[in-house]
């Protein structure tokens, strides 16, 4: 069983910039992907940005160039820094990951919001 909690949502205008967390806990040994995913109101939710264990990586063309997927495995973390933020970003966002044994986990979510 994996646990994830995802914090640094808010408010940003335009062109502006956030920071995403999402920490793990528990049986986290056997995680091979982790991902952020975002969800607008009415909108199905959608891939963001993914990250392998193996360094790979997977962006929607909509962040590709803005917005870039990291990990501390270490400690069980990964990020989504967000930058040059556009309205059509406002969401809610969550992580994500995959297991082996295969299981899917999500976060609770985050807001984020663009707007001037």
């Known amino acids: 069983q994996v646990q994830l909690v995802e914090s640094g949502g808010g408010l940003a205008q335009p062109g502006g910039s956030l920071r995403l967390t999402c920490v793990g806990s528990?049986?986290?040994?056997?995680?091979?992907?982790m991902a952020w995913y975002r969800q607008a109101p009415g909108k199905q939710r959608e891939l963001v940005a993914e990250l392998r264990i193996d360094k790979s990586s997977n962006y929607a063309d909509s962040v590709r160039g803005r917005f870039t997927i990291s990990t501390n495995k270490a400690r069980n973390t990964w990020y989504l820094q967000m930058n040059s933020l556009k309205p059509e970003d406002t969401a809610v966002y969550y992580c994500n990951c995959n297991t082996k044994p295969p299981q899917i986990y999500w976060g609770q979510g985050t807001q984020v919001t663009v707007s001037s």
């Open positions: 528990g049986s986290t040994a056997g995680i091979w992907a």
